[in-house]
């Protein structure tokens, strides 16, 4: 079982859509998690932390379940900019800095 | 300021050739990671560095890969020979420890291509 799984999508949305993506987690004892956005042929960048009680940042609200080991990004008011790769992320119990990426769930935004 | 430099940007070579690539991380950063991605496996931690030292090298695939960091600034990724498996997007990452952990400063990737 891999660490860290994503649904690659692709998700096809229309402009103003709401989109939701989930990811899971294999290690209980994770303490951080992430999501990243990966634009196509550039490298990944920081979207968000996700906080255990959920937190919002403009459009996007990440959620955690711990009890589930499950994450996941919701995106209101869908941008055509917000087509992109986001990468589910973990940071495994005693790892440092390390961080796990999950393959990405690619987002598609059409007019 | 300058971000995480990778060179080269793009390198084409043969199968059993010897490829390295570098890395400069951010000025003041204390970790080191680099990353492999490809379409079948995603984002491949290889080895990653605290203070220069590696910490944990068990994702390089075999004897073929090393790295190192002689100093703050600076790091090798080398593959030696090279195979067609290999060809992929190596990535170089940084971060400090007084940042929240989970900030990783990506460069921009050295696309491999081994023929």
């Known amino acids: 079982r891999k660490e860290v799984e994503q649904d690659p999508g692709p998700f096809n949305v229309p402009e103003g859509a709401t989109v939701a993506f989930n990811c899971t987690y294999s290690?209980?004892?994770?303490?951080?998690f992430f999501w990243y956005r990966q634009d196509c042929r550039k490298e990944p960048k920081l979207l968000m932390s996700?906080?255990?009680s959920g937190n919002e940042d403009g459009r996007f609200t990440a959620q955690l379940n711990r009890a589930s080991q499950y994450i996941s990004l919701l995106i209101r008011d869908s941008k055509l900019s917000d087509s992109a790769t986001y990468l589910c992320?973990?940071?495994?119990?005693?790892?440092?800095?390390?961080?796990?990426f999950g393959g990405g769930t690619r987002l598609m935004v059409k007019p | 300021d300058a971000g995480v430099i990778q060179s080269p940007r793009h390198e084409v070579t043969e199968m059993g050739q010897e490829v390295t690539l570098r890395c400069k991380p951010i000025?003041?950063?204390?970790?080191l990671f680099w990353y492999r991605q490809t379409m079948m496996r995603g984002l491949e931690l290889l080895i990653y560095?605290?203070?220069?030292?590696?910490?944990?090298d068990s994702g390089m695939p075999e004897d073929r890969f090393s790295a190192k960091m002689p100093n703050a600034s600076f790091s090798t990724l080398k593959i030696q020979p090279s195979e067609p498996r290999d060809s992929a997007v190596y990535f170089c990452?940084?971060?400090?420890?007084?940042?929240?952990?989970?900030?990783?400063?990506f460069g921009e990737g050295s696309r491999l291509t081994v023929l």
């Open positions: 990452a940084s971060s400090w420890r007084g940042r929240v952990v989970g900030e990783l400063f």
């Open positions: 992320v973990v940071n495994p119990p005693n790892a440092g800095n390390m961080l796990t």
């Open positions: 000025s003041g950063h204390d970790y």
């Open positions: 290690n209980s004892a994770s303490q951080s």
């Open positions: 996700v906080y255990s």
């Open positions: 560095f605290n203070n220069n030292v590696p910490i944990d």
